[in-house]
């Protein structure tokens, strides 16, 4: 039996602010008022962009701390929130003499593509708030298989929802309300969560918690990786904790070691593998669901899910003799088969494949939960 503090680990939003009201409902049913008030929640990161409510997200959420006096809430920084700020300009001043101009310089050879943003100011714009409100050259998003939404970060959302034409920078720094600037601000780059928690098994059993939005790297130092997330340090052109893709998909050794567990939204699946979790199968998709994991019990609950109807738990659902039929197999049929009597799902950015053979070992653990 699952024991310890409750903490709720709740994936990116993206606008979606009645997929989000539709899981708090959920989770506050399946836990009960009383636990669900006490609870610690962490908001993954990406509260804007792809979903057309994102002034709705940051209204709801800075609505929690009064409706909830007696619970712990912490909101992450996701990639796009770092790309709002920038653009905003309200990240975290840098050193004297350190211009933002100087995180464009790797990356120049996207910017004619990628339609970074131009005008008054850009010279003291981080590159990711030039991205992120620029308009994109290709209108079609080959990953996803849906049309851009004005940038590479499809935040003409964004603009919209606070009244303001895409690429309008000065009129979005002026719409945008303080106590939103303030929220973001605020953001935690990545927490640290005392407090062990005990499942029963050992592989799943865990000491603390860290939460970042996209992990972090399994070659280098955690504590070289938390030094920067720590201090937000604004001067890195693409912070790799919130911007990373398969280099972060795993957990370092050393928090293995520790019995750290590491959780993570961001790159569109749900994965519960041991002490690495990945809390993210809504991607922003308007036709997926919005899933958050409550620990120490790896409960999955969705914005989905019936009221009060009990959700499943990772660790008795999964069955392992299905594994190694899942390696082998070039039926995308079994997955389906597997999906059903496991409570598996396809990820929502590779359901479109063919073949199983189309996957590497590291991307079919991605298809699955």
Known sequence: MATGRVTICIGDIHGHVEKLERLWRNLELRLGAEEFGGCTVIFLGDYNDRGHQPRGV???????????????????????????????????????????????????????MEGWWQGEGQDDIHLQGRRWAGNIGIRMNPAKGILYKGSTYDAAVTFESY???????????????EHHKQFLRNLSWVHEEDGAGETGDPATSYSRI??????????????????????????????????GRKNVLKIPQELADERVMLVSGHHGCLILDGLRLIIDEGGGMPNNPIAAVILPSRIIVRDTDAPISPAPTISSSVTPALVPQLFESKDTNLLQKMSMRSNWILSPLRAQADTLEDFSDEEKLCLVL
């Open 58 to 112: 940051i209204d709801f959420l800075i609505s929690l701390r009064k409706a909830y006096p007696q619970q712990k809430q912490v909101f992450l920084c996701g990639n796009h929130d770092f790309a709002f700020m920038a653009c905003l300009g309200i990240l975290p001043r840098p050193p004297a003499g350190f211009s933002y101009s100087s995180t464009w310089t790797k990356y120049l050879q996207n910017e004619k």
């Open 210 to 243: 860290i939460a970042v939005h996209a992990g972090l790297e399994s070659t280098k130092s955690v504590e070289d990786q938390l030094r920067p997330l720590l201090e937000k340090d604004s001067t890195i052109a693409r912070l790799e904790p919130l911007y």
């Open 163 to 177: 009244g303001v034409a895409h690429g309008d920078r000065a009129g979005l720094i002026a719409a945008v309300p």
